[in-house]
């Protein structure tokens, strides 16, 4: 596996319910981000991960949202109460420090609708 | 006004055209830029960095002006793949970590 791996790719909840995403990062990269874009925008910082310190969250990230990456390995974003709102692309990143020279490779992405 | 701004368009140009994208940023100590290529429904790709004194990777020029804060790109030749939806991406001053700030987009169509 050389690449970022999302699970599921898409999700379709009904609104109220509660969705859990996955996301695995390229295997030595110590930073994780989670990003989310919705059509026609680009994509929207949420959180960033070194390792397994959450070090910083986005007020776009409302009470509801909640990250995690447990062992400074996989990273999980879940939602809870899912709002017709909350459907997007959430999409995770990882890259290596120090790297600001470097962009950084993005998963497929998790497309959420919620109905 | 927006951290980074791009042109939506679309850019509708016939296949060998030369087609030049803007984008504009608004933190002047921004660090890195970048350029993504984005395919319909799909992840936003990395195409190249952009480097201070330009940079060229084929078909592709990156330019940075950093007095007026803007990137360029400039594509020749321009393909029938090329079609796609081109993101801006700025590394502003975030403590050390790579935080990317995106554009919404410039989107091209290339026609034969």
């Known amino acids: 596996d050389t690449g970022v791996s999302q699970d599921p790719r898409h999700k379709i909840t009904k609104r109220g319910q509660n969705v859990t995403f996955r996301c695995d990062p390229i295997?030595?990269?110590?930073?994780l981000y989670w990003y989310r874009q919705t059509l026609g925008q680009g994509p929207e910082f949420l959180t960033y991960?070194?390792?397994?310190?959450?070090?910083?969250k986005s007020r776009l990230l409302s009470d509801r949202f909640s990250a995690e990456r447990p062992k400074g390995s996989f990273s999980t974003l879940e939602i809870q109460r899912t709002e017709q709102g909350d459907s997007a692309m959430y999409l995770c990143?990882?890259?290596?420090?120090?790297?600001?020279?470097?962009?950084?490779?993005f998963g497929s992405g998790t497309r959420l609708t919620v109905v | 006004r927006k951290e980074v701004e791009q042109d939506p368009g679309p850019f509708n140009v016939p296949e060998g055209a030369t087609v030049a994208f803007n984008c504009t940023y608004s933190n002047s100590a921004s660090q890195s830029f970048f350029w993504y290529r984005q395919d319909c429904r799909k992840e936003p790709k990395l195409l190249m960095s952009v480097y201070s004194s330009g940079n060229e990777d084929g078909r592709f020029t990156a330019q940075l002006n950093r007095a007026s804060q803007y990137i360029s790109l400039l594509i020749r030749d321009s393909k029938l793949s090329d079609s796609a939806t081109y993101l801006c991406a700025v590394n502003p001053p975030s403590g050390g970590y790579n935080k990317l700030i995106f554009g919404a987009g410039t989107r091209l169509a290339v026609h034969p």
């Open positions: 990143a990882s890259s290596l420090s120090p790297d600001t020279n470097y962009g950084y490779t």
């Open positions: 295997s030595e990269h110590n930073r």
């Open positions: 991960f070194q390792n397994e310190a959450q070090l910083e």
